[in-house]
């Protein structure tokens, strides 16, 4: 959304209400929506296709990990990377990102195109504890 489409939909407000929200959203229809690319886009700014080294440390460093070595960085990206390439892709981060699956009876989301390997998840959590605070 560009601030013009922001300033547009707040019509000079600095703050928006639950039931304006609504009142905006509820006729918007969202096709073929994925949330975790669209997450994607937060560690991939430039669209590369690809999570860069130096915006795993800013991000790590925003969460208070601002002493995170080349070394460090490496094993995150050794941790998430699936297919081995080296690199952190949207499919390595798929993988990461446990999905809610509805339960048998449960309404089922409809327009999202997501995938998550739960198995590979658990490994990465493990791999985490396994290496501990690299802070320290």
Do not use: W
């Not at 959304?1 to 304006?20: C, P, Q, V, Y």
């Not at 009876?105 to 590979?120: F, M, R, T």
Request: hydrophobic share 35%.
């Amino acid at each position: 959304m560009t601030n013009r489409d922001f300033k547009f939909l707040m019509a000079g407000k600095n703050d928006i209400s639950i039931r304006e929200l609504h009142d905006i959203l509820k006729y918007n229809e969202l096709e073929d929506f994925d949330p975790i690319a669209e997450a994607f886009k937060f560690y991939d700014p430039e669209g590369t296709g690809y999570v860069d080294l130096e915006r795993l440390r800013e991000i790590f460093s925003l969460l208070g990990y601002e002493d995170l070595t080349y070394g460090d960085l490496q094993i995150l990206v050794e941790c998430a990377d699936a297919d081995l390439d080296g690199k952190i892709s949207l499919e390595d981060f798929r993988r990461l990102i446990p999905v809610h699956e509805p339960k048998e009876g449960e309404p089922k989301a409809k327009n999202i195109n997501v995938v998550s390997d739960p198995e590979l998840h658990q490994q990465f959590v493990a791999n985490l504890k396994e290496y501990g605070d690299t802070k320290k």
